[in-house]
């Protein structure tokens, strides 16, 4: 099992382009999760999933818009990049609501 | 309002002792906490968890006490090892928080040989 997967490991972006964060699991969870991670700081939650076909809004989510078509994929977007979005964005899973979650290497995105 | 708070930004200890992580919540709904080790460059790894209906878990160098009334837990590492060295997430969920952990600031575990 590859476990989570995240894309791309690092990008710069400029002021208002936009971009998707991709992320994948194997491990057939039905729960996925984005978060955010900002220097010296918690993961903020930004969006999340409980199944294909649904998700919802976290702690943080202006910004970001999210889709979970299958039941491995949840690309988060960014669509006007802005500086406060620079941090570090983790992707994880979970098989069941109060259960551990598996975490993606992260992805480091650097807005100027 | 931060419902997860990890004070002590840091912590350094000198192996083989005793390493006591804390965490404080302020939501009384919380009825799961669990404990995350990060190392650079990576993502979060679980690492213990406990429910509100127990007051101690152990798995094997690691503790996990949870006291209710005082809505405070610490993460207990005997002995440490300079590869506990990380940063330690304590995260909750319960509530309308079900399914969506609120995780702590971190503490930076610094456990020198």
């Known amino acids: 099992n590859a476990g989570v997967t995240q894309t791309p490991k690092f990008r710069i972006l400029k002021i208002g382009q936009s971009m998707t964060l991709q992320c994948a699991q194997d491990?057939?969870?039905?729960?996925m999760y984005w978060y955010r991670q900002d220097p010296g700081m918690g993961l903020k939650l930004i969006y999340y999933s409980v199944g294909a076909g649904i998700t919802d809004k976290g702690e943080v989510p202006n910004g970001y818009n999210v889709s979970r078509s299958t039941t491995e994929y949840f690309p988060l977007r960014l669509e006007l990049a802005a500086p406060s979005q620079t941090s570090v964005y983790f992707c994880?899973?979970?098989?069941?609501?109060?259960?551990?979650?598996?975490f993606g290497p992260g992805t480091r995105l650097l807005v100027l | 309002d931060q419902q997860v708070k990890q004070n002590s930004p840091s912590l350094s200890v000198q192996e083989g002792r005793i390493s006591i992580l804390n965490c404080d919540y302020t939501n009384s709904m919380f009825d799961y906490f669990l404990w995350y080790k990060k190392y650079p460059a990576e993502g979060p790894t679980f690492l213990i968890s406990i429910s509100s209906i127990k007051d101690k878990n152990e798995d094997g160098r690691f503790t996990v006490f949870l006291n209710k009334s005082a809505k405070h837990l610490s993460l207990h590492i005997v002995p440490s090892q300079p590869g506990d060295s990380a940063v330690y997430f304590c995260?909750?969920?319960?509530?309308?928080?079900?399914?969506?952990?609120?995780f702590g600031d971190g503490t930076t575990l610094t456990v020198k040989p």
């Open positions: 491990m057939n969870h039905n729960y």
């Open positions: 994880a899973s979970s098989p069941g609501r109060e259960e551990t979650q598996y």
């Open positions: 995260a909750a969920s319960g509530g309308t928080n079900a399914g969506k952990s609120t």
